[in-house]
């Protein structure tokens, strides 16, 4: 199964922690050529180790540490990726940060610069530099936007506000995927995308939430959807694989809730 992916290049941006650190040990896993990105070199080490031991071909990932609100650096991401393996297959952008904001926050335009600066501005920098590589392979890309992006998120319940910039810059997500789709499709590049809602990953801590708070987001995700369970990690990085396979090779422009039936209810 996916033997396809034997010697493709994969570059997963966040790919330090979380839904993007379990993305590219998958791909590894299946045979491809990885990059390993995010911010912590040490994260980055520790990744780069757990693909080269899954690879079934030990191949050594590119790893490199990249600020993706810096464009010198999401230049020089993409001019590593192919001086080092001559192309690209897959490009998934995973990386995001989030803040909660509200309309009124006194720094609301701080916050919203701050989102867009990493959750969507490097994505179209990415795109751009990327899509001449994925036009020659005849690849893929697979954005991970959120639930937030369709509908505003906030849990009344545990007085956690309305995380609006975050909403904004994924529902700006979602549209590039289907702006991309509709210019690239022809030229034989799939551009799909990837929507879950709240996932245990490191972003939780990130965001300060004491380990009381964790575990009460936890608990209400659990309670609120139809699957009663929390979203994991693998959740989402066993669709992003599949949105890059021929399994899906009739997709494109597809924005996929994965959020366990929640906006069913």
């Not at 991401?77 to 009124?104: E, H, P, W, Y």
């Not at 910039?165 to 690239?184: H, P, R, S, W």
């Not at 990690?233 to 494109?252: Q, Y």
């Amino acid at each position: 199964m996916f033997q396809e992916f034997k010697d493709k290049v994969v570059l997963v941006t966040g790919s330090n922690s979380g839904i993007g650190e379990e993305t590219v040990v998958l791909f590894a896993s299946y045979g491809a050529k990885v990059v390993v990105t995010g911010r912590n070199e040490l994260r980055i080490n520790n990744v780069t180790s757990k693909c080269q031991q899954k690879s079934p071909f030990n191949y050594e990932p590119l790893k490199v540490v990249a600020d993706l609100v810096k464009e010198e650096d999401v230049k020089s991401l993409v001019d590593q990726t192919i001086n080092k393996f001559g192309r690209l297959d897959v490009l998934v952008n995973c990386a995001a940060i989030a803040k909660g904001s509200n309309i009124m926050d006194e720094d609301v335009l701080q916050k919203f610069d701050e989102t867009m600066a990493f959750n969507l501005r490097p994505v179209v920098h990415l795109c751009h530099l990327c899509l001449p590589h994925l036009v020659e392979s005849k690849g893929v890309i697979v954005n991970v936007s959120s639930f937030a992006g369709s509908k505003p998120f906030g849990i009344k319940s545990l007085q956690i506000p309305i995380f609006a910039t975050y909403c904004l810059a994924k529902a700006g997500l979602d549209m590039l995927t289907k702006i991309l789709a509709v210019e690239f499709g022809p030229k034989g590049v799939r551009v799909n995308c990837v929507s879950p809602s709240t996932i245990v990953t490191p972003m939780l801590d990130r965001l300060g939430f004491s380990e009381e708070m964790k575990l009460q987001i936890i608990a209400n995700q659990e309670s609120s959807n139809l699957l009663r369970r929390i979203g994991q990690p693998d959740d989402i990085s066993t669709i992003i694989l599949f949105f890059a396979s021929n399994m899906s090779k009739f997709l494109t422009g597809i924005v996929m809730l994965a959020d366990g039936g929640l906006h069913l209810i």
